[in-house]
């Protein structure tokens, strides 16, 4: 067999091999009750609280804790 006919279906055997590979996503634990946080005294008329939220971040669960915020 010419040698170009044979690197070919080594090829395309090694790619229909790996295709019947399944990679899953990471599996993250559940994220944790959210925190009790005491909300500070408005800064000034025409904010809005944002209330704190866990992000998911360097593979864990993070606290992103809540702020003021001007409309």
């Known amino acids: 067999m010419p040698r170009l006919?044979?690197?070919a279906l080594v090829a395309t055997l090694l790619a229909a091999s790996?295709?019947?590979c399944i990679v899953e996503p990471p599996h993250?634990?559940?994220?944790?009750?959210p925190m009790v946080e005491v909300v500070p005294v408005m800064p000034a008329p025409g904010y809005h609280w944002v209330a704190g939220h866990y992000?998911?971040?360097?593979n864990q669960?993070?606290?992103m804790p809540g702020h003021w915020r001007a409309y």
């Open 5 to 7: 006919f044979k690197t």
């Open 61 to 63: 669960w993070v606290w």
């Open 28 to 33: 993250r634990p559940h994220r944790p009750p």
């Open 55 to 58: 992000r998911w971040q360097a």
């Open 18 to 20: 790996l295709s019947g």
